[in-house]
C-alpha cells in the first residue's frame, strides 16, 4: 500500500472518520482540508446493497448533472449521412466512420467519449477489445449507443456522467471541481443519489444506499450522510 503524503495526512487528522457529515457540511470540510495546488475533482462514492453477480443487479447507466463536471468531454461519433451532419451540429469535436477505427487501432485517443448509431456498432464492436478495457465502448444503457445523436452530445457537453457498479458494490462518479459553489456541488450530489435510488432493483433486499463518502484527487475520503436519500 502506498504511504501517504505528509499533507494527506495532516488533513486526515481534521477528518472524523466515524461521523458521517451533511453533504454540505462534507463539501465546506474537503475545502478545508485541501492541500493541492490545483483545482481537484470531486468524486463521490457509494456502498449499495446489491449483488453485482447477478445480471439484475449490475447497475449501470447515465444521468446529466446540474452543474457539469467542470470538465469539457470531447465527443467522438461513429455516423453517417444526416446523423454525421446532425452530431457535428450538435458540437461533437470528432464524426466519422472506418477511419477513426483506423486511428484508434493506430493508439490514437483524443477523446472522452464515444457515441454511436446502431448501424455503425457492427464496425465499432471490433474496436471491443481497445475500448472496453477503458470503459469508452458505446452501450445502449448509458445512452451512448443510440439514433439521437444531438440529444447525447448535447447532454455530453452539459455535463453526464456515467455510473456504474463495480464488484465490490460501489459506485465513483464526479461530482464537480473544488472551486465550484458548494451549493453546486451538494446539487450534484443529490443528483446522482436520487439517480441511484430510483434505479434500484427490485430485487435489492435490505438497506440499498447504505454508505456515501466523497473525496478530492488529493484529499482524504469524507463521510456523507445519505439516510435522506433512500
Known amino acids: 500500500m502506498a504511504k501517504k503524503s505528509k499533507k494527506h495526512q495532516e488533513a486526515s487528522k481534521l477528518v472524523d472518520r ?25 468524486e463521490a462514492a457509494f456502498r449499495l446493497g446489491v449483488d453485482p453477480k447477478k445480471a439484475d443487479q449490475q447497475i449501470r447507466g447515465a444521468t446529466v448533472l446540474p452543474h457539469g ?16 451532419k446532425e ?11 472506418s477511419d477513426y477505427i ?3 487501432n493506430q493508439g490514437w485517443f483524443e477523446f472522452d467519449v464515444v ?4 448501424d455503425m456498432m457492427a464496425e465499432v464492436g471490433k474496436l471491443g477489445r481497445v475500448l472496453g478495457p477503458k470503459g469508452l465502448m458505446p452501450n445502449p444503457k448509458t445512452g451512448t449507443v443510440t439514433f439521437e445523436v444531438e440529444k447525447a452530445v448535447k447532454e455530453i457537453k452539459a455535463g453526464k456522467v456515467e455510473y456504474r ?10 461530482i464537480g ?35 456515501g463518502s466523497i473525496a478530492t484527487t488529493m ?8 439516510s435522506n436519500y433512500r
Request: net charge negative.
Open 102 to 104: 483506423d486511428q484508434i
Open 87 to 97: 452530431a457535428e451540429d450538435a458540437g461533437a469535436d470528432y464524426v466519422g466512420e
Open 177 to 211: 471541481k473544488l472551486s465550484f459553489d458548494n451549493e453546486k456541488l451538494s446539487e450534484n450530489f443529490a443528483a446522482i443519489a436520487d439517480t441511484l435510488v430510483k434505479v434500484k432493483p427490485q430485487s435489492s433486499k435490505g438497506t440499498y444506499l447504505r454508505n
Open 219 to 226: 484529499g482524504p475520503g469524507i463521510r456523507v450522510d445519505v
Open 165 to 174: 457498479v463495480d464488484k465490490s458494490a460501489n459506485i465513483h462518479v464526479p
Open 18 to 42: 466515524y461521523k458521517s457529515y451533511e453533504i454540505s457540511e462534507a463539501i465546506a470540510l474537503a475545502k478545508e482540508v485541501a492541500r493541492a495546488n490545483f483545482d481537484e475533482t470531486v
Open 115 to 118: 457515441v454511436a448509431t446502431p
Open 69 to 84: 463536471t467542470g470538465k469539457t468531454q470531447r465527443v467522438l461519433v461513429f455516423a453517417k449521412g444526416d446523423k454525421a
